[in-house]
């Protein structure tokens, strides 16, 4: 099991930065990729950063590049991802996720790739 807890979300004006953080407590946390999927009112979770188990691969939607970016700790079984120069469309309910551990270094982008899902923390960015 990789139970996953998503914090740092919150509200903020266009431009501001954020930082989400997604814990486990889960021993195999180390051997899986990490995403972080996206989720607003009436459209579809949507890929946004993802991460191989070491970290040494990262993978953006195009939406974000340049503009986030995604790490992780294992020693510390947390992943973050840090948001800058937000803007209104970013706004959404931001979930972590953590794939069946593989040691891989593909990062997939669909969410029925991961299995292991957080809660959710909201983001919104005022215009």
């Known amino acids: 099991q990789v139970p996953l807890v998503e914090s740092g979300g919150g509200l903020v004006p266009a431009g501001y930065s954020l930082r989400l953080t997604c814990t486990s407590s889960?021993?195999?946390?180390?051997?899986?990729?990490m995403a972080w999927f996206r989720q607003a009112p009436g459209k579809e979770r949507e890929f946004v950063a993802g991460?191989?188990?070491?970290?040494?691969?990262?993978e953006y939607a195009d939406s974000v590049k340049g503009r986030f970016a995604s790490s992780r700790d294992n020693a510390e079984r947390t992943g973050w991802l840090q948001m800058n120069s937000l803007k209104p469309e970013d706004t959404a309910t931001y979930f972590c996720?953590?794939?069946?551990?593989?040691?891989?270094?593909?990062?997939?982008?669909?969410?029925?790739?991961?299995?292991?899902w957080g809660q959710g923390t909201q983001v919104t960015v005022s215009s």
């Open positions: 996720a953590a794939s069946s551990p593989a040691l891989s270094d593909e990062i997939p982008t669909r969410p029925s790739a991961f299995v292991y």
């Open positions: 991460i191989n188990w070491n970290g040494g691969t990262t």
């Open positions: 889960g021993r195999i946390f180390s051997r899986t990729t």
